[in-house]
């Protein structure tokens, strides 16, 4: 992967062409984040306006407040430029992509139609903090992901939220938490795997209650791979039932957990790919990427960006 | 903006001012049309709902605001998607417990996505405070 610094200067986009990636394959993740404090440019602020639809800049202009703005700005730029990087159908210009929702409201883009080429497999999802703006990357399989501050509070007292929220086994692993602090990341981790799972389903928090389906984790059965250091340590799944029938394990669902720029929890849910042949465990392959879109971009998988925290992962 | 239903007509009589504590709306009791005119797209579709209180609004605008730690000079009208005030999925829900808990109600999921403005939150309080109290 190419490191590339720059002064930032008023480069036009088109002199300053995005890194191309290769796409990723079956069973792979690509993440992409951001960091809005890392962005200060005006120049370039206005060059990723420019890649905008006059709907996306209408939106971001009825949002009030400074950083709310950038914020909003800088996740469709990260939108538009990631998947520009995959250069499909050799559509290179970030702001020539179309987006749409489909039937239940999930963004998606809308590829041009030319010679009625089948709809290209792509699949991306949004999620951002007030500090770090991220996009998941998938082919083939749906995804969802979800990001959270890792010191963020909650008005509501965590159990109270819980018992309003989560499923009674989720409620009890919990409880059983002595320690406030580690109760509340492991909170914050069940809100972020939880939220992506509903995101990758396409339904949203409301299309899916989240009482109706546990998350918890499962020792992984060792299957036909060998674990290595590749893996995490506890070597431990993250799987999702539902609480209507518990009995049938919603197997077609991978999960990762991460932690990513030290600051933030990270929550990704896979569709499994059931073209892919072997066995059912296989590990989520994820390589995630720091950056500040034409201007740099730093692969950060394996780095200390970059903490397995949860799921099988291989990096 | 007038609207015509096969039973009533009624009028609004103004459209919602930034200041949220002179509302121009009527109380009009039980079915009626509403044509509500939204700044940057036309009309809002048609719903058979009471417009809420100014009272309800402001309760919720108050919730609103200490759960997104708004600053003061924020504007915040009965139009305010929770989305363009930063609100995320977390602050929505966190949102909905505090209405919860002020209004004494129970909002189930499948209507926190008709949830996403101050006006659309106090309305379904209402809503629900009635229900609750024909029961």
């Known amino acids: 992967m190419m490191n590339i610094r720059c002064f930032q200067n008023n480069f036009s986009a088109a002199s300053f062409p995005l890194v191309p990636v290769q796409l990723p394959s079956r069973m792979e993740t690509h993440l992409w984040y951001v960091l809005p404090n890392e962005v200060k440019s005006m120049s370039l602020l206005s060059q990723y306006s420019e890649l905008l639809s006059p709907c996306e800049k209408e939106d971001i202009n009825c949002i009030r407040g400074d950083d709310l703005r950038k914020r909003a700005l800088l996740a469709r730029a990260l939108v538009r430029t990631t998947i520009a990087r995959y250069q499909i159908n050799n559509q290179v210009n970030p702001s020539s992509l179309k987006f749409r929702k489909n039937a239940h409201g999930k963004p998606e883009v809308e590829w041009q139609d030319d010679d009625n080429l089948c709809p290209v497999p792509l699949h991306f999802n949004l999620s951002h903090t007030s500090s770090m703006i991220a996009c998941g990357v998938t082919m083939n399989v749906a995804i969802g992901i979800d990001i959270e501050e890792k010191q963020r509070q909650l008005k509501n007292n965590v159990l109270a939220f819980s018992r309003r929220y989560f499923s009674p086994y989720e409620v009890k692993i919990l409880t059983a938490i002595s320690d406030p602090e580690i109760q509340h990341q492991e909170f914050i981790k069940l809100w972020t795997l939880k939220e992506a799972y509903v995101k990758a389903l396409g339904r949203g928090f409301s299309g899916l209650p989240f009482k109706t389906f546990t998350i918890r984790s499962k020792p992984a059965t060792t299957g036909s791979f060998n674990l290595s250091e590749d893996f995490v340590s506890k070597a431990s799944e993250i799987i999702v039932e539902s609480s209507d029938d518990p009995e049938n394990l919603t197997n077609e669902w991978q999960f990762a957990l991460l932690e990513l720029a030290g600051s933030h929890y990270a929550a990704i849910c896979m569709e499994k790919d059931k073209t892919v042949g072997g066995e059912a465990n296989t590990p989520m392959k994820l390589t995630v990427w720091k950056t500040i879109p034409f201007i740099e971009d730093e692969c950060v998988s394996g780095t200390d960006a970059v903490v397995a925290i949860g799921g099988l992962i291989k990096q | ?135």
């Open chain 2, 1 to 135: 903006m007038a609207s015509v239903s096969a039973t009533c007509l009624c009028l609004r009589a103004s459209p919602y001012s930034s200041n949220t504590t002179t509302q121009g709306t009527r109380r009009i009791s039980s079915t009626k049309l509403v044509s509500i005119p939204w700044k940057n797209s036309g009309f809002r579709s048609f719903r058979i709902t009471c417009a809420a209180k100014p009272e309800t609004v402001q309760k919720v605008c108050d919730i609103v605001r200490k759960q997104l730690a708004l600053p003061p000079e924020t504007e915040l009208t009965p139009a305010s998607k929770f989305s363009a005030l930063g609100a995320d999925s977390l602050d929505t829900v966190e949102i909905v417990m505090g209405l919860e808990e002020e209004f004494d109600i129970s909002v189930e999921e499948e209507s926190s996505e008709n949830i996403t403005t101050v006006q659309e939150a106090a309305d379904l309080i209402e809503k629900l405070v009635q229900k609750k109290a024909e029961a």
